[in-house]
């Protein structure tokens, strides 16, 4: 298994400020995604991280706005930039560590409150 | 595209009865199948997964599931509610080989004493 720390987890964010959401993990895994969960939605997938290249984005996310980095195969950043109320949600990093796609975790989660 | 759907945003059951949470998907190549619990102000907790072989499979906590292809479904069950399982169950989806997961749009289960 992985485990994988989230940081920070929850904070409260003036509008029109970023703030960058770190996940690391304890072991290298093949693949980190960035979801976001809307309060009293599902989880939608932002973008898959590349280590080392860009991040790939999903229909409706832009880099922009949720600059990815992923520097090496145990840690990922998402910055969410700007920030509107409408961006707060619970924002969820998710490892796969077998290279076969079915062992996939999550991080607990951050908790963002915008104001 | 492949979707997933769960059938009852919300569903409560007596403690001691039988849980059943639905979830249906559609896809065009063989699926990977998973159920996620999150309780109150927590994370996500995977259930159980279905990947290749047998088509039920059990789960942390009592929860089972079984894939049934040709109804397209993964329902999840557990024979007797506890109080403790209180909590929302997302029903997700991959293509096999994919680490990219589908969501449905979740379940929250609500068990009464």
């Known amino acids: 298994s992985a485990v994988i720390s989230q940081k920070p987890s929850r904070d409260i964010c003036q509008r029109g400020t970023s703030l960058t959401i770190q996940c690391q993990v304890d072991s290298q895994v093949t693949m980190m995604f960035w979801y976001r969960q809307q309060p009293g939605q599902s989880l939608t997938l932002i973008a898959t991280a590349n280590q080392g290249s860009e991040a790939t984005y999903e229909s409706g996310f832009v880099i922009d706005k949720f600059p990815i980095s992923r520097p090496n195969l145990t840690f990922s950043t998402l910055t969410v930039s700007n920030m509107s109320p409408e961006d707060s949600s619970i924002y969820l990093c998710?490892?796969?560590?077998?290279?076969?796609?079915?062992?996939?975790?999550f991080g607990e989660g951050s908790w963002l409150t915008v104001v | 595209a492949q979707s997933v759907t769960q059938l009852g945003s919300h569903v409560s059951v007596s403690e001691g009865a039988l849980v059943l949470l639905r979830c249906n998907y559609s896809s065009s190549v063989p699926p990977y199948l998973f159920w996620y619990v999150q309780y109150p102000n927590q994370g996500l907790q995977l259930l159980l997964k279905?990947?290749?072989?047998?088509?039920l499979v059990k789960g942390i906590n009592g929860f089972e599931a079984e894939f049934k292809k040709s109804e397209t479904s993964f329902h999840l069950t557990k024979p007797s509610a506890h109080m403790s399982d209180a909590a929302e169950y997302f029903c997700a989806y991959s293509g096999a080989g994919s680490y990219q997961l589908t969501f449905g749009k979740g379940t929250k289960l609500s068990v009464i004493p």
């Open positions: 998710s490892v796969g560590t077998d290279g076969s796609g079915n062992t996939i975790y």
């Open positions: 279905y990947t290749t072989g047998a088509t």
